[in-house]
Structure formats: C-alpha cells, structure tokens
C-alpha cells in the first residue's frame, strides 16, 4: 500500500443555494480543489462522488456520470463512482478515493462530495433524509432521523444525568466557530437559551440541537506523497483509514447510547496510522444532533462512557481548549448536505494542518481526525490525516 | 405497490411474530432469517416465535415535526420497548396524554391504522402501544364523578 | 331449539378512549347543550382517534374475546363483522381481523351491513352455522365509526365501538341462546346512499313507525315464542339511538326501569352502531351471575329487529372478566376534547391538499 496525500481542497458555500444546481455544486468544488492542487483536469485517472440522494431530490441517478459529464472528465472517460451511505457518503468517498491510490490502481483520484436539497421541499428533504433509518420498522411507524436521535438524547439523559444545558452548549460552540468560517451555512452565534426556547422538534431536541437542510459540495485532490512532493505541495498525509457497519435501526443496537460503528471506525484508523486519540490536535465529528457530538465523543474515547455531555460546557472541545471539534462549524453551523459533509470535514482539516484556517486556526496542528457517521449510526468513517512538516 | 411489500410480513406487522435462533435462543423482532450471533449455522433454522404481550419503555420522545404522513397526529409518541428476552422495538405509543409516558412504564402492543397509501390506496395496519392497564382518569366527564351514568339516561 | 346449547363463549369489546360532549357540539351549531343532552338523554360520545377505524377495533375486541376463550385461533371456522362504517366499500373487514387473529386461512368470511344490527345478524349467521355443525366456532363482531352530518340531530350521538362474540357450542358456552327470531320490513327512516359521506334520516319518522314498530313488535314476539313474561328477564338490552328510545320501549314492553339500565350505555358514550348491542350485552355479562336471563332486541334502519333470548350457564362462574376488561373500565377510562379535535379526528375538516 502506497501512502496517499491530499494536494488540494476546495468547497462551495454552504446554504441554500437557489441559484446553483447539483452539477453546478459539483462543478466548482471541484475546481476549486484542482486549481488549489495545482492540477489540470487530465491529471485526474478517477472520480469518486459521496451523494445521498440525488435521485430523490433532482429526480436524478448515475451522479457519477453527472459530474464526470459537466466537469470535462467523460469525454476522457475517466472512471466515475457514487458511492453512498445516507450522512457519511462523502466520508466513504474518501475511503474510495485513498484505497483508489493506495492500491496502486490509480495515481491522482478526485474525490468529491454534493448534495442539492433545497429543490423540494422541507418536507420531502426531511422525508429523504429519513431513508437513511429503517424505512420499514422505524419510518413507517413515524420515525424521522429528529426523533431516532431524540430517543438516544433521552436515554443518555436517563443513564448519565445529561442535561438540555449540555447538549445545547455543542449547539453553541459549534456556532461560534461558524462564525469564523466564511463558508458556513450560519455565521450567528447562538445562546443556551436560544437553543433551549427554540421549536421543539422532536423532544427533548429543538431546531437548534438540529443541522439544517443544506446545500453544498466540498473536494480533495489525492495522489502519492512522492506527487504531492513533486508537485512541491506539503503532504496532509491520510494515515488511517477507518471504516466499520452496524445495525440499521436504532433498536437493534446493543446499546441505544453507543455508536459502535464509530468506536469500530475510529480503532482501526489510529490502529493503521500507529497513533492514539491524543496525537489528535483538531477534529472534526458528526454533529447531526447535538447529542451525537456528545455520543461521538464518548465513542472516540474523549470522554469517559456517559461524560461526553461535559466536555463543550467545559471548553474541552472549543477553539484553544484540549481537542477542538468542529472548528468549521460542524454540521450544524457550517451545514449539512449529506453527500459532501464528509469531504468538507477533510476540507477543513486541511486548512487547519496547512495553517490556512483564518480566523479558527488551531495552533501548531499536526494531526486531524474526521468523524463521518450515516443514520443513527449504521455506517461510520474515521480518517487520521498528520501534514508532513 | 408497497401493499404487496407489506402483505408478506402480515404475521410480524399484525400478530408480532419474531423469530428465535434455535441455537442460541436470541429472539430477533423484526424477525431475522440470520442469527446475528450463530451466523451461518442458523440459516434454514430460525424458528417464528410470538412476542410476549408486555414490555417497558426503554426511551421516548413526541415528535413535533411530524414524518410524511403522520401530519395530522402531531404531537405523537414514539418509543423503544423492551419485551421479554430484551427484544427491542420501536413505535407509537398511544391512547394516553404524553406527559404520561415515562421509561419503565410497562405497555402493551395494540393494533392500530398505521399509514395509507392516499384515499384510493391499500391502508396498512400494525402495532403501536398503550398503557398495559387502564388508570381510571381523574374525571371530567359531565356525568359527575367516579363511573357514573347508571340511571341518567333512564329519567324521562 | 334441539339438544345441541348453542351460546357465547366468550366476548370482547373495544371502546375509544376519546369523548366530545353533547353540550360541546350543541355550542358550535349554537343549540342549547343542556336541553339538547336532556332531550336526548345523551351526554357524551365515543370518538375514535385518527389511527382507529372499524378493523382496528374490531381487531381489539376479537383479541380479548379469544384470549378470554381459551380457544385456538384456528377453531374458528367463519368470521363476519356487521357496520356501516367499513373502512373499504370492497375488501371486507372480516378478512383483516381474521389475518389479525390467526384465524387464516381455512375459514368463511364476509361483511354485513344492516344499519345498527349488523353485528347480530353476525350472531344468527354463526349459531345457524354452529347449529349445523358446519363449523366449530364462529366470531360475531358488531363495529362503527359512525358518522352524524355536521349539526345534525345524528351528530349528538353517533360515535364508536366495538363488540366481538365467540359463539359455539358445549360445555364452554358461558351464555345460551335459546330463541332467536328476526322481523324484517322495507322502511325508509334512516339510510345512505353509496359515495355519500353522511347518512340521511325520516326526522320524527325514526321513531314509532321505524324504531318502536319494530323493537316492541320484536319484543312481544319473541316472548309468545318462549312463553315468557317481562319478569322472567332479569335484564333487557335494547338498540339506544339516544338515551330515551330503549327506555320508552322497555317499558312499552312491562319492563321496570332498572331491567334496562345495566345494558344502557348511550348515556355515556353515545350510540356505537352495530356495536351498540353487543357492547350493551357485554355490559350486562360483565356483572352476570349463573341462571340470570337476558332479553335482547337490536335494530337496525332499514328496517328489522333481531330479538335472542339469552340465559347465563353455570360456565360463567369460572369465566374470567378482569377489571382491565369490563365495560364499565373502558368508559371510565376517557379523555373529554373540543369540537375542533373532534372534527380533526373525524375527518370532518377540508384539508385542501390534492
């Protein structure tokens, strides 16, 4: 296995973006990110695209072949993949693209990730969003993925004592740090009480414990550390990559307020890049709902079993504290189109370990971790990136 | 089209049947064809097996924002129950006020209209759950208090 | 009748949770609530709740009334559920409760239709199929979800429930029937034409010619065809429209008072229909004690009248009927809402959406 580099980055706003299609979105991510490589458009030998649903939201299918078309790669016939898994289709994407390279296979991969909500409406977008749960034992009794996660929020409630306060402090934090990112859905920060006296959703969750509904497309450019190091590029370094499974339904799970997948995910990446959470400097972790930050953080091991809830009140996570998470905003502030999430993280991360990221720069960081989770939690992605100095 | 989906799981969606790994005596509800424990071993031997009529809520939420087609129930309860042998399901809970619901309380399935599929389509039944027993309600029937009633519709 | 009880053997009910008050619609279509509950001697109505419908409780009360039975689902050899409010014009009722209870796939089944009586019309069609030995045990359910025009005299009344009985014969039966006779007529008081969201009624014309022509006359016949006498009854349970009707003829037929009352739900939760009847029944059952003797008359527009002449056996005794189950439970247990949810529930609301 080949040790695979990203060489260049590149997102769209984040938002609702009336005026730009799926293709247009997939378009300028990916530019952005080749031009920020340094690269021409027959460099790329693959296309790999993280997309949740585009055949529900445009009428759409073959996404691949989509954006291989309008970005000048089908008449090279260039290799296109979609892959999905609901929320974590771009960080598998990733997954696709590292192995594309790894392998031997290919040597310059574009790996993207897009999604175009806002073409329907609310209603259908959640409803869409909602078939990344169990459509036949948790939607058709009127589950929707607010209501899967409410379930867990109130059980960890009941087991550990955490608190509206605590799940209300990621939703603050992680719109403090949107503040800073111009590319973020939201860049307004928002008070406990905001979150606490917003419309209740599904309880004990408001709209603020909630991501949006997103626009969106975000893009990396891998290739091998010896390119990267021709291209005269700094390599951000893909060390581990991580990837685990588990059950569909949330009341399958051995336990409602663990998500395996993750604990999975996250112990094979560090395994392969022979680290531990503690050489992680930055990181970004899926912040669907405010409590699966909390969750997310327990399975990752920075918080003991149950504590998760402490660690945004206590600043653990923040910008200058112990491990900051979600310095781009996270899902909630920067936002969530579920196909390119898991790429935007990698975005970020990028920024961060390059020194690029004005305004929330995590001094000195070295090494980065995205969390990329589908569902309630059936598909996770783990990705340990280290910059090499 | 769903209501042929739907139609081959009538013994799950109408009579909770699950399906036990005669290996290892798991109970799986939805029923599952593959133990997830004994794997392999356990293809061709699932056995169906009914779910026991009481459980307790492990967790609960009411939905404010409703799923598509549930609009008009809002706000609804759902809940994960546990049944005997740790079986976990999810569903609406029902035929009590919201605030009523707690973890621990003890439920029983009841058979209820789930969704329809428009005003011409096939309508599909399953479960939800309700209290296991019924609490005789603070009254505020206009007949006065306690069961009342006997003999008021005889005067005249 | 020949050497063969045929009889109940066991039965069960469903009755919403919801009620809306008589004087709550009554402030709606701007009528005097309390003269209009004195009038018709109703207070308040069952009303189902958007995920209940005719299958579903008939669902519920043909569960208790297996589980109270003892029996294998597989015994019972047809099924027939009697309402005028179907969820489906074609796909019968029946076949849903019969999936539901396990009762698939070797058996006979369909729905009736008769106004309020449909559910013992079930009841005949069963003991003539048990009398003959055609099958086993037969399950006789009489449900509604009936439905009064807005403002409507029918609205104060019209409301929802239940009423499943096991019938068959031998040891086990708990209740005997020993006479059943039935008079029919062609009368236009109360009826719906097909594609009509509402039923349509003869206003004053429901009453003597209709309801008491029919249940008095019911009534008399069958006690010259058992020889009987109002004081061999210790219970008489007769179709409630409203909260006057049964009472009025009860007495037009040498009934005391409290022969009527045990079996007189409307009162409280309105007039269930086709479950009117067997939920009357049950209410008398629950409290029933070894030798006491039951007259039964239901009636359903159209016109006709079922009369059963029913004595409780010594099975009863050991037949159980806890709390949980009884009639007088499940209308304490309510919860009382406004017209607007009323009309949410009911359906009653144009949503304006395609």
């Known amino acids: ?245 588990d059950t569909l339904a949330l009341h399958d799970r051995w336990d409602l307020t663990v998500q395996r997948a993750t604990r999975l995910a996250s112990e094979r990446a560090l395994k392969q890049a022979g680290m531990s959470l503690g050489d992680v400097d930055v990181a970004e972790v899926n912040d669907a709902f405010t409590i699966a930050e909390v969750i997310a953080l327990e399975d990752l091991g920075l918080a003991k079993a149950g504590e998760g809830g402490r660690c945004a009140p206590e600043g653990r996570t923040a910008l200058g504290g112990e491990l900051p998470v979600n310095t781009s905003g996270g899902l909630k502030a920067r936002g969530a189109p579920p196909g390119a999430t898991g790429i935007a993280q990698v975005v970020e991360l990028y920024d961060q370990l390059l020194g690029r990221a004005r305004g929330r720069q995590v001094e000195g960081a070295r090494v980065g971790l995205a969390h990329n989770l589908g569902g309630t939690g059936a598909t996770a992605t783990v990705h340990v990136l280290e910059v090499v100095r | 089209m769903t209501g042929v989906r739907f139609w081959r799981e009538f013994d799950t969606r109408y009579r909770m049947l699950a399906s036990k790994c005669p290996i290892c005596g798991f109970v799986y509800f939805p029923p599952r064809d593959v133990c997830r424990k004994c794997r392999r071993a356990s293809v061709g031997r699932m056995q169906r097996v009914p779910l026991s009529r009481r459980g307790r809520v492990l967790t609960h939420t009411v939905v404010h924002q409703a799923q598509t087609g ?87 | 009748m020949g050497s063969m009880d045929v009889g109940f053997l066991s039965y069960g009910i469903w009755i919403p949770r919801h009620r809306i008050a008589a004087e709550e619609i009554a402030r709606v279509w701007g009528r005097d609530g309390a003269a209009m509950s004195a009038g018709l001697g109703v207070h308040s109505k069952s009303v189902p709740s958007v995920d209940e419908d005719v299958v579903t409780m008939s669902v519920e009360a043909a569960d208790m009334a297996l589980r109270r039975a003892h029996i294998p689902p597989t015994d019972i050899g047809a099924v027939y559920v009697g309402s005028e409010s179907h969820p489906y014009a074609v796909k019968p009722t029946a076949t849903v409760v019969a999936e539901a209870i396990g009762a698939t796939p070797d058996l006979m089944a369909a729905d009736f239709e008769f106004a309020c009586k449909a559910g013992t019309a079930a009841f005949q069609t069963c003991m003539g199929l048990v009398r003959a030995g055609m099958v086993k045990v037969g399950l006789a359910i009489g449900a509604d979800t009936s439905q009064g025009a807005p ?204």
């Not at chain 2, 706000?75 to 042998?85: D, H, N, Q, S």
């Not at chain 2, 011409?120 to 309600?137: D, N, Q, R, W």
């Open chain 3, 151 to 354: 403002g409507d005299a029918l609205e104060y009344a019209a409301s929802a429930g239940a009423g499943a009985y096991l019938i068959g014969s031998g040891d086990g039966v708990i209740a005997r029937i020993d006479h059943t006779l039935s008079y029919t007529t062609d009368t236009p008081d109360f009826w719906r034409r097909e594609g009509q969201a509402y039923p349509s009624h003869g206003g004053r014309f429901t009453g003597v010619p209709a309801y008491f022509k029919h249940v008095v006359t019911t009534g008399k016949k069958m006690m010259e065809r058992a020889g009987t006498t109002p004081e061999d009854y210790d219970h008489v349970v007769l179709h409630q429209p409203n909260g006057k009707f049964p009472v009025r003829a009860a007495k037009m037929l040498g009934f005391t008072p409290e022969k009527v009352e045990r079996g007189l739900l409307c009162p409280r939760i309105g007039n269930t229909y086709s479950a009117a009847v067997p939920l009357g029944l049950a209410s008398v059952l629950d409290r029933a004690a070894p030798g006491e003797r039951v007259l039964v008359v239901s009636y359903g527009s159209g016109a006709g009248s079922d009369a059963f002449d029913i004595t409780v056996t010594d099975a009863m005794a050991a037949y159980a009927r806890p709390p949980d189950d009884l009639v007088e439970t499940r209308i304490a247990y309510h919860k009382f809402i406004d017209y607007a949810t009323y009309a949410k529930f009911r359906g009653k609301i144009a949503m304006g959406r395609g």
């Open chain 1, 1 to 245: 296995m080949r040790d695979v580099a990203i060489v260049g980055a590149g997102m769209t706003q984040f938002g609702e973006l009336w005026e730009r299609s799926l293709q247009d979105i997939g378009l300028e991510s990916g530019m952005l990110a080749l031009m920020d490589a340094g690269l021409e458009t027959e460099d790329i030998d693959a296309l790999f695209l993280g997309n949740m649903s585009a055949g529900r939201f445009i009428s759409q299918e073959h996404i691949g072949a989509l954006i291989a078309d309008h970005s000048g790669l089908a008449d090279r016939g260039v290799p296109a993949t979609r892959v999905e898994a609901g929320g974590a289709s771009g960080g598998l994407a990733l997954r696709q693209g590292y192995l594309a390279v790894a392998s031997g296979m290919h040597d310059v991969v574009m790996v993207g990730g897009a999604e175009k909500m806002t073409d329907v409406s609310d209603q259908e977008a959640e409803e869409t969003t909602s078939m990344a749960a169990d459509q036949e034992w948790e939607v058709f009794f009127g589950a929707t993925l607010a209501s899967l996660y409410a379930l867990m929020a109130r059980r960890h409630m009941h087991l550990h004592g955490t608190t509206p306060e605590q799940l209300a402090a990621v939703a603050v934090k992680n719109h403090a740090h949107g503040a800073a990112n111009p590319k973020a859905q939201f860049r307004s920060k928002v008070t406990i009480a905001d979150v606490l006296a917003a419309t209740r959703v599904s309880e004990p969750l408001g709209v603020l414990d909630c991501a949006p509904l997103s626009d969106g497309g975000a893009a990396v450019v891998l290739t091998t550390v010896d390119r990267a190091l021709e291209l005269g590029k700094r390599p951000v370094v893909v060390r581990g990559s991580g990837q685990a499974s």
């Open chain 2, 70 to 156: 549930f609009e008009d129930q809002v706000p609804y309860v759902l809940a994960i129950v546990e049944f005997e042998g740790g079986v976990t399901v999810v569903g609406q809970v029902v035929d009590c006020d919201e605030c009523d619901v707690s973890i621990g309380m003890e439920v029983k399935p009841v058979f209820r209209r789930i969704r329809e599929e428009g005003d011409a389509g096939v309508i599909h039944y399953g479960y939800k759950f309700a209290p296991a027993c019924f609490p005789v309600c603070a009254t505020d029937a206009p007949w006065g208090a306690g069961k009342g009633g006997e003999g008021d519709g005889g005067a005249g």
